[in-house]
C-alpha cells in the first residue's frame, strides 16, 4: 500500500511539473466560467432576473460546475496525446499499479480544477458575490464543486480512453462544455424550457450540483417542481455523482488496462 | 541453455486482420534476437504481448521465467521496453524523466537519482541532462528512451526498431550502446527493418512474414541458405570476358553468369578459401588483366528478399 502512495506522488509531482511549464493550462479550464462571470454576472447582470435574489449569486454556483466541464476535454486530450506518443505503454509495462498512474492524473487535474474555482470566485466576488451561509456552509458548496469535478475526471479520462483521436475530443470538449452550462439550470432557472427539455435538464446532475451549491451558499433557487430533485438536491447530486464514479471508474481503468495503440 | 524469452503458438487477430498466426521464439538467456521483417509483419504485436501489454488470442510465452498471461507483473519487474516512439515525456528533462521511471521501480529517492546520473552519463546526456526533453535530437530521445527500459538493470530488454528514422552516425552510437548492455548480459529481443542493423546486433536472427516466423537462425546460417558466396571477377578489357570466363570454368560450381556491362561475371565457388586461391592462379595462367576480384557473401537483404519472396520487387 505504502508503495502505491509513493507511486502516486511520484506521478502527481511529474504533473505538477507539467503545470508549472505549461501555465497556459489553467486558462484552458477558466477562461470560459471566468467569461460567464464577467458577461453574466456583470455586464447583463441587472438585465436577468431571478426570484429571491441577485443574478450573480444564482450564477456563480454554474460557473464553479463549469470549470468542472471544462476540464472533462482537458484530460481527455491529455489522455488520448499520452497513447499517441508511447508514454502510456512505457508507464503500462512498469509493475507500477496502474490504479496509481490514473489517480494521480485526475488528482492531479483536480488541483488544476481548484487554481480555476478559486479565480473565478475571487472575480466574483470582486463583482459582489457574498455567499452569506457561514463559513462550514460555503466549504461544504465547495467541496461539492470540487467532488463534482472529480467525477467529472474520471470521466473525460474515459472519454479520452474511448475516442482516442485528440482532433475529435477537442470538438467533443465544446460540446461537452456548452450542452452541459445550458441544458441544466447552472445558468438559467429551468422555468422557461419546454416541458420535455424541462425534465431533461432537471435530472442533469449538474442542475443537482448548482441546485445543492447555491443551497449551500445562500444564493437564490429555481423554483421547484415537486421532483426529487428539485426538493433536495444535495442527496440527488450525491447519489448521481456515485452513481457515475460507479460507472467510470471501473470502466476507465479496464479501458487504460486493456489500451492498445490504433 | 537457458532460455530468458520463450514463446510458443502466439497468435492475435484484430477486427480487420490477422496480426499473429502462431510465432514461435526461443531466446537463450544473455543473447540477442533480431525479429527482421517489413511493416505490419507482426513484430510490433510480438513485442506488445511478451512486454505484457497486449494479451494473445492463444498460445503462451514466458519471459525471464515468467507467464505474460499469469504472472504479468513479475514479468514487468523483469523487463525493459523501448517502443517504436521514443516514450519519453516531452514536458521534463532528461534527468526528471530518468528519475521518475527510478522512483516508480521502487529505487528510493537517492537511488533513483543515483541511477539517472550513472545512465546519462553511460549514454551520454549529462550535458543535456537539466534539458526539456522535446529540445532533444532524435538520437538524443533514442538515447535517453534506451536509458529508460534500464533503469531497473532488467535482464531482458525489448527494443521496438531502436533506430527507425535516425541518421547513420545516431544509428552507429545506438548500436554501440546496445552493444555495450548485451556485453553485461541482457537478453535483447529487437526488432528492426533493417537488414545491417540484425547482422550486427544479433546473435540469431527470426525472419517475419505474414504473422509467422518463416525463417530462423544465425546470420551465418540464413545467408547459407540462399546460397554459397560468389566471386566477382571483372575484366579490364571487355574481350577477355569469355577467356576468362571459361579459365574459370574449371573451379566454378555452375556455369559462370555474366553482368550488365560486358565487363563482368560471377561464378559461384564451393566453400573454402582454397577455391579463391585456385581461381586467382587460373586467371594469372590465362594472362588476363583483372580490374576487379571479389568475394561476394550474400547479403542479408538477399536472404530476405529470397525467403519473402519479393525478389522482383
Given at each position: 500500500?505504502?508503495?502505491?502512495?509513493?507511486?502516486?506522488?511520484?506521478?502527481?509531482?511529474?504533473?505538477?511539473?507539467?503545470?508549472?511549464?505549461?501555465?497556459?493550462?489553467?486558462?484552458?479550464?477558466?477562461?470560459?466560467?471566468?467569461?460567464?462571470?464577467?458577461?453574466?454576472?456583470?455586464?447583463?447582470?441587472?438585465?436577468?432576473?431571478?426570484?429571491?435574489?441577485?443574478?450573480?449569486?444564482y450564477?456563480?454556483?454554474g460557473?464553479?460546475a463549469?470549470?468542472?466541464?471544462?476540464?472533462?476535454?482537458?484530460?481527455?486530450?491529455?489522455?488520448?496525446?499520452?497513447?499517441?506518443?508511447g508514454?502510456?505503454?512505457?508507464?503500462?509495462?512498469?509493475?507500477?499499479?496502474?490504479?496509481?498512474?490514473?489517480?494521480?492524473?485526475?488528482?492531479?487535474?483536480?488541483?488544476?480544477?481548484?487554481?480555476?474555482?478559486?479565480?473565478?470566485?475571487?472575480?466574483?466576488?470582486?463583482?459582489?458575490?457574498?455567499?452569506?451561509?457561514?463559513?462550514?456552509?460555503?466549504?461544504?458548496?465547495?467541496?461539492?464543486?470540487?467532488?463534482?469535478?472529480?467525477?467529472?475526471?474520471?470521466?473525460?479520462?474515459?472519454?479520452?480512453?474511448?475516442?482516442?483521436?485528440?482532433?475529435?475530443?477537442?470538438?467533443?470538449?465544446?460540446?461537452?462544455?456548452?450542452?452541459?452550462?445550458?441544458?441544466?439550470?447552472?445558468?438559467?432557472?429551468?422555468?422557461?424550457?419546454?416541458g420535455?427539455?424541462?425534465?431533461?435538464?432537471?435530472?442533469?446532475?449538474?442542475?443537482?450540483v448548482?441546485?445543492?451549491c447555491?443551497?449551500?451558499?445562500?444564493?437564490p433557487?429555481?423554483?421547484?417542481?415537486?421532483?426529487?430533485?428539485?426538493?433536495?438536491?444535495?442527496?440527488?447530486?450525491?447519489?448521481?455523482?456515485?452513481?457515475?464514479?460507479?460507472?467510470?471508474?471501473?470502466?476507465?481503468?479496464?479501458?487504460?488496462?486493456?489500451?492498445?495503440?490504433? | 541453455?537457458?532460455?530468458?524469452?520463450?514463446?510458443?503458438?502466439l497468435?492475435?487477430?484484430?477486427?480487420?486482420?490477422?496480426?499473429?498466426?502462431?510465432?514461435?521464439?526461443s531466446?537463450?538467456?544473455?543473447?540477442?534476437?533480431g525479429?527482421?521483417?517489413?511493416?505490419?509483419?507482426?513484430?510490433?504485436?510480438?513485442?506488445?504481448?511478451?512486454?505484457?501489454?497486449?494479451?494473445?488470442?492463444?498460445?503462451?510465452?514466458?519471459?525471464?521465467?515468467?507467464?505474460?498471461?499469469?504472472?504479468?507483473?513479475?514479468?514487468?519487474?523483469?523487463?525493459?521496453?523501448?517502443?517504436?516512439?521514443?516514450?519519453?515525456?516531452?514536458?521534463?528533462?532528461?534527468?526528471?524523466?530518468?528519475v521518475?521511471?527510478g522512483?516508480?521501480?521502487?529505487?528510493?529517492?537517492?537511488?533513483?537519482?543515483?541511477?539517472?546520473?550513472?545512465?546519462?552519463?553511460?549514454?551520454?546526456?549529462?550535458?543535456?541532462?537539466?534539458?526539456?526533453?522535446?529540445t532533444?535530437?532524435?538520437?538524443?530521445?533514442?538515447r535517453?528512451d534506451?536509458a529508460?527500459?534500464?533503469?531497473?538493470?532488467?535482464?531482458?530488454?525489448?527494443?521496438?526498431?531502436?533506430?527507425?528514422?535516425?541518421?547513420?552516425?545516431?544509428?552507429?552510437?545506438?548500436?554501440?550502446m546496445?552493444?555495450?548492455?548485451?556485453?553485461?548480459?541482457?537478453?535483447v529481443?529487437?526488432?528492426?527493418?533493417?537488414?545491417?542493423?540484425?547482422?550486427?546486433?544479433?546473435?540469431?536472427?527470426?525472419?517475419?512474414?505474414?504473422?509467422?516466423?518463416?525463417?530462423?537462425?544465425?546470420?551465418?546460417?540464413?545467408?547459407?541458405?540462399?546460397g554459397?558466396?560468389?566471386?566477382?571477377?571483372?575484366?579490364?578489357?571487355?574481350?577477355?570476358?569469355?577467356?576468362?570466363?571459361?579459365?574459370?570454368?574449371?573451379?566454378?560450381?555452375?556455369?559462370?553468369?555474366?553482368?550488365?556491362g560486358?565487363?563482368?561475371?560471377?561464378?559461384?565457388?564451393?566453400?573454402g578459401?582454397?577455391?579463391?586461391?585456385?581461381?586467382?592462379?587460373?586467371?594469372?595462367t590465362?594472362?588476363i588483366?583483372?580490374?576487379?576480384?571479389?568475394?561476394?557473401?550474400?547479403s542479408?537483404?538477399?536472404?530476405?528478399?529470397?525467403?519473402?519472396?519479393?525478389?522482383?520487387?
Amino acid at each position: 500500500m505504502n508503495g502505491v502512495l509513493v507511486d502516486t506522488t511520484a506521478l502527481i509531482g511529474r504533473h505538477l511539473l507539467h503545470l508549472r511549464r505549461t501555465p497556459t493550462r489553467i486558462l484552458g479550464v477558466t477562461l470560459t466560467p471566468l467569461t460567464m462571470v464577467l458577461v453574466l454576472g456583470y455586464m447583463l447582470n441587472k438585465a436577468i432576473s431571478v426570484r429571491g435574489g441577485d443574478y450573480l449569486g444564482y450564477m456563480m454556483a454554474g460557473v464553479g460546475a463549469q470549470v468542472a466541464l471544462a476540464c472533462v476535454g482537458s484530460i481527455a486530450i491529455g489522455t488520448a496525446t499520452s497513447l499517441r506518443n508511447g508514454l502510456v505503454d512505457r508507464f503500462r509495462s512498469l509493475p507500477t499499479s496502474r490504479g496509481a498512474i490514473l489517480v494521480a492524473h485526475t488528482v492531479s487535474d483536480l488541483g488544476l480544477a481548484a487554481i480555476g474555482i478559486c479565480i473565478a470566485s475571487i472575480v466574483g466576488a470582486l463583482l459582489g458575490w457574498r455567499p452569506d451561509t457561514g463559513v462550514l456552509s460555503i466549504a461544504a458548496g465547495f467541496g461539492l464543486l470540487l467532488l463534482f469535478t472529480y467525477v467529472m475526471l474520471w470521466f473525460g479520462l474515459l472519454l479520452g480512453l474511448s475516442v482516442r483521436s485528440p482532433e475529435a475530443l477537442g470538438a467533443l470538449s465544446g460540446l461537452v462544455l456548452v450542452c452541459g452550462s445550458f441544458l441544466s439550470n447552472a445558468f438559467v432557472p429551468l422555468d422557461g424550457l419546454p416541458g420535455w427539455l424541462r425534465v431533461v435538464a432537471e435530472w442533469n446532475p449538474i442542475s443537482a450540483v448548482s441546485s445543492a451549491c447555491r443551497q449551500l451558499w445562500g444564493g437564490p433557487m429555481s423554483a421547484s417542481t415537486g421532483s426529487v430533485v428539485s426538493e433536495h438536491p444535495l442527496p440527488a447530486a450525491l447519489v448521481m455523482l456515485a452513481v457515475i464514479a460507479a460507472v467510470t471508474v471501473p470502466l476507465s481503468c479496464r479501458a487504460y488496462h486493456a489500451a492498445e495503440p490504433r | 541453455m537457458n532460455a530468458a524469452i520463450e514463446a510458443e503458438g502466439l497468435r492475435k487477430s484484430y477486427s480487420d486482420h490477422h496480426a499473429l498466426n502462431g510465432v514461435n521464439l526461443s531466446v537463450a538467456a544473455g543473447t540477442v534476437l533480431g525479429v527482421l521483417g517489413p511493416n505490419g509483419a507482426g513484430k510490433t504485436t510480438t513485442v506488445r504481448i511478451l512486454a505484457t501489454l497486449a494479451r494473445p488470442d492463444s498460445g503462451r510465452a514466458v519471459v525471464a521465467g515468467h507467464d505474460v498471461l499469469r504472472e504479468p507483473r513479475e514479468v514487468r519487474r523483469r523487463i525493459g521496453l523501448a517502443g517504436q516512439y521514443a516514450a519519453v515525456d516531452e514536458q521534463l528533462t532528461g534527468r526528471e524523466n530518468l528519475v521518475l521511471l527510478g522512483t516508480l521501480l521502487r529505487l528510493g529517492k537517492q537511488g533513483a537519482r543515483d541511477r539517472a546520473a550513472e545512465l546519462l552519463a553511460r549514454f551520454e546526456l549529462t550535458d543535456a541532462a537539466d534539458r526539456l526533453t522535446r529540445t532533444y535530437s532524435g538520437g538524443m530521445r533514442r538515447r535517453l528512451d534506451l536509458a529508460a527500459c534500464l533503469v531497473s538493470s532488467p535482464p531482458v530488454v525489448f527494443l521496438d526498431e531502436p533506430t527507425t528514422g535516425l541518421d547513420p552516425s545516431s544509428r552507429a552510437t545506438l548500436w554501440r550502446m546496445i552493444r555495450d548492455q548485451v556485453a553485461s548480459g541482457v537478453t535483447v529481443l529487437l526488432t528492426t527493418q533493417y537488414l545491417e542493423e540484425a547482422d550486427v546486433l544479433a546473435d540469431r536472427i527470426a525472419v517475419v512474414d505474414h504473422g509467422v516466423v518463416i525463417a530462423e537462425g544465425t546470420p551465418d546460417e540464413l545467408k547459407r541458405k540462399v546460397g554459397a558466396e560468389w566471386l566477382e571477377v571483372t575484366v579490364a578489357h571487355g574481350r577477355d570476358l569469355s577467356a576468362a570466363a571459361s579459365a574459370l570454368s574449371c573451379v566454378a560450381a555452375m556455369p559462370p553468369r555474366e553482368a550488365a556491362g560486358g565487363k563482368s561475371f560471377s561464378v559461384r565457388l564451393p566453400d573454402g578459401m582454397g577455391a579463391v586461391a585456385t581461381a586467382a592462379t587460373a586467371l594469372e595462367t590465362a594472362g588476363i588483366e583483372i580490374a576487379g576480384f571479389a568475394l561476394r557473401r550474400p547479403s542479408l537483404d538477399d536472404v530476405f528478399l529470397h525467403l519473402t519472396g519479393q525478389e522482383h520487387s
